[in-house]
T-cell receptor, first 110, second 118 residues
Framework: SQQGEEDPQALSIQEGENATMNCSYK?????LQWYRQNSGRGLVHLIL?????REKHSGRLRVTLDTSKKSSSLLITASRAADTASYFC??????????FGAGTRLFVKA | DAMVIQNPRYQVTQFGKPVTLSCSQT?????MYWYQQKSSQAPKLLFH???????NEADTPDNFQSRRPNTSFCFLDIRSPGLGDAAMYLC?????????????????FGPGTRLTVL
């Protein structure tokens, strides 16, 4: 399968806790992106990290990238009930090829 | 507001009856993508346009075609839908270019069209 891998598949936490999701990919990338998808809706872009970057922050989001291990992680700090959604990583290689990971379903309990 | 619009949001078709899904954008992006997403799965790239250049993914069935008559619009044609083609179809756009090296940027997604095949 060309699909990237993410873990965990599902994550349930209490409001205020941190959530960490991991992503692995198979080939050299131009960049890696994280998206959120609420049930039955389109994807919303969260953050993009380029292959020459190692860490990036955006509000409560922190993304790391380890190209030697072909892996990335997304940390959501101080989670809220509104963060409940599916989270996907997407590896982008040359020629616009975009491969999404299997996704992590996050449930934040109020 | 600049956005990506997909019509219709829900489409029901019969087995074997051609169907066309549409996507339009007001972002003036030069790249448009079509993805297929089946229930509880990741989106899967079918093809993309970079300006007028069409690029098909190797494993996209011949049953799926696309047209981009201008920068703003892109269509997905399914020539003979089968039951296995029931899915959410997502359109996305991005801006790409070169500045010494290729710059691929974030993709903006439409709300999707949910296709049911009877």
């Amino acid at each position: 399968s060309q699909q990237g891998e993410e873990d965990p598949q599902a994550l349930s936490i209490q409001e205020g806790e941190n959530a960490t999701m991991n992503c692995s990919y198979k080939t050299s990338i131009n960049n890696l992106q994280w998206y959120r998808q609420n049930s039955g809706r389109g994807l919303v872009h969260l953050i993009l990290i380029r292959s020459n970057e190692r860490e990036k922050h955006s509000g409560r989001l922190r993304v790391t990238l380890d190209t030697s291990k072909k892996s990335s992680s997304l940390l959501i700090t101080a989670s809220r009930a509104a963060d409940t959604a599916s989270y996907f990583c997407a590896s982008v290689t040359g020629g616009f090829k975009t491969i999404f990971g299997a996704g992590t379903r996050l449930f934040v309990k109020a | 507001d600049a956005m990506v619009i997909q019509n219709p949001r829900y489409q029901v078709t019969q087995f074997g009856k051609p169907v066309t899904l549409s996507c339009s954008q007001t972002l003036n992006h030069n790249v448009m993508y079509w993805y297929q997403q089946k229930s509880s799965q990741a989106p899967k790239l079918l093809f993309h346009y970079y300006d007028k250049d069409f690029n098909n993914e190797a494993d996209t069935p011949d049953n799926f075609q696309s047209r981009r008559p201008n920068t703003s619009f892109c269509f997905l044609d399914i020539r003979s839908p089968g039951l296995g083609d029931a899915a959410m179809y997502l359109c996305a756009t991005s801006r790409a270019g070169t500045s010494g090296r290729w710059l691929y940027n974030e993709q903006f997604f439409g709300p999707g069209t949910r296709l049911t095949v009877l």
